[in-house]
């Protein structure tokens, strides 16, 4: 049920075999942690001393450093140009020009890119690990109602179908003569003509699964069995308690100590 | 209450996952034309809240932004309130009947969509990316940096920029697209008097 474009990634490691929800609970600890660490070096340790070697762990090291940086650099850059040249009031510390990096927006530029680094990081190592289906599988079992899990594991496998169409629909028009490349306005003049097409088209099912899910039973109130077996261990089941009393003290922390 | 509780008919779980998809496609579409200024991705977020009522068009947009996750882009991910509330005030301006007369619904809808988005997210993306977005309208973020404003400030007014004129963009596509569906399939949606021309 993976798809060329979800980010799981499958691997044989320790990591990939831990129970889905212990997965979630730490991402939400890394993203606790991330916003609540003072300073610039926690999160940087966090990130280099915790969230690599965990990656490494789960043998997806290069995954997780391609997205990491494809997402953590245009803010990075960004950060230390802009924060770093226009801080309000700031003491500067090198010239260039008319203009010069402060101090203060350099040492927020470096703090904020720390930050990033250890939430998206967190996310991304979870997103990695962890199999959505499972993921949903374990939230059922602690009362998510079967709907919002339905939504969610529908939603991945359409998302694929819908880009595949849409780069379709796209190509169909420009066979036929549509202008996808030059000005502005003429790129915007393209959306409508493709845009269109694939709602309406993909609206046309939305009729017949409907129909679909109804003859499976799918609004009917009651347990329902499942086909896949979670596993989970002593040590986990008391590691997720123990992570959540780990983000609470952080984030008390953060509030009254520094 | 009961009302929103009816609101969650099959047709509308249906409908979620594929204006999640939607969303994606769209945003992704604009991407690859390489727009710049437009993001186009609450199209399935605005859609869902005019046909099925505020709560769901709040869940398509928080799902969305998880969903978004899920495919790679973490950043949406903290966005999700501000997803949220973008499909609950599609919701209240269908049931208001705002999409009857079209230049309410796209610009008064639209506008008061981007200043809600822009006033939620600022906090959001100052906090945690520190005010920046990591694309082309950091342009914006220098000027009013430079300019004096506080980050809180310069995201805020950033966001409202791009924000005014992506929604408005949003909210006509989806009156485009209601105005080309059938009445027959129309009529199965929970809130289908938000959009009944009579």
């Known amino acids: 049920m993976t798809s060329s474009l979800s980010l799981y990634a ?11 929800l212990t997965k979630l609970t730490s991402a939400l600890l890394g993203v606790v942690a ?18 690599v070697p965990l990656a490494a762990w789960a043998r997806v090291l290069p995954d997780f450093g391609r997205v990491v940086i494809k997402i953590a650099l245009p803010f990075a850059l960004s950060l230390f140009v802009i924060q770093g040249l226009f801080w309000t009031g700031g003491t500067p510390v090198v010239e260039i020009g008319p203009l010069s990096f ?10 904020t890119t720390g930050r990033i680094l250890v939430v998206m990081g967190s996310i991304t190592l979870f997103v990695l690990t962890t199999r959505p289906d499972q993921l949903m599988i374990a939230l059922n079992q602690r009362g998510i109602p079967k709907t919002f899990t339905y939504v969610l594991v529908s939603a ?26 030059g000005g502005f306005v003429q790129r915007i003049r393209a959306l409508l003509p493709v845009s269109i097409p694939l709602v309406l088209g993909s609206i046309v099912d939305v009729e017949e699964r409907s129909i679909a899910l109804e003859a499976r039973g799918f609004s009917h109130e009651g347990p329902k069995t499942s086909y896949q077996v979670l596993v ?3 040590i986990q089941r008391v590691a997720r308690p123990v992570m959540m009393l780990g983000a609470v003290a952080l984030i008390v922390g953060a509030i009254f100590v520094w | 209450m009961d009302r929103l509780r009816k ?5 509308t779980w249906v409908m979620i996952p594929v204006a999640i998809a939607i969303n994606m496609a769209l945003g992704f579409l604009v991407f690859s034309l390489k727009i710049p200024i437009l993001y186009l991705d609450t199209v399935g977020t605005v859609l869902v809240g005019l046909l099925c009522g505020p709560l769901a068009g709040a869940l398509t947009g928080a799902l969305s ?12 991910v903290p966005y999700f309130p501000v997803a949220a509330v973008i499909g609950l005030l599609a919701g209240l301006f269908g049931q208001w009947g705002w999409y009857k007369k079209w230049w309410l619904w796209i610009f008064g809808g639209g506008l008061i969509t981007a200043v809600a988005g822009a006033i939620l997210s600022a906090p959001i993306n100052a906090y945690l990316q520190g005010g920046v977005t990591g694309s082309g309208t950091d342009v914006l973020v220098a000027a009013f940096r430079a300019g ?6 310069a995201s805020f007014l950033q966001g409202l920029v791009t924000e005014s004129v992506d929604k408005v963009a949003n909210y006509a596509i989806v009156w485009a697209i209601v105005k080309a569906l059938p009445v027959r399939f129309l009529a199965r949606f929970p809130r289908y008097e938000n959009v009944r021309s009579d």
């Open chain 1, 10 to 20: 499958p691997r044989e490691s320790g990591l990939h075999r831990l129970h889905p």
């Open chain 1, 34 to 51: 991330g916003i609540a660490l003072p300073g610039v070096w926690p999160n940087y340790a966090v990130f280099l001393l915790l969230l």
């Open chain 1, 102 to 111: 402060k101090a203060e927006g350099l040492y927020f530029a470096a703090k």
């Open chain 1, 156 to 181: 991945i496998q359409l998302v694929p179908r819908f880009q595949a169409k849409a780069n379709a629909i796209l190509d169909a028009q420009r066979a036929r003569g549509l202008e996808t490349e």
């Open chain 1, 232 to 234: 989970d261990t002593p």
């Open chain 2, 7 to 11: 609101d969650f008919t099959t047709i």
């Open chain 2, 65 to 76: 932004n998880f969903a978004w996750g899920l495919f790679g882009n973490p950043g949406y």
């Open chain 2, 148 to 153: 004096g404003a506080s980050i809180l400030q």
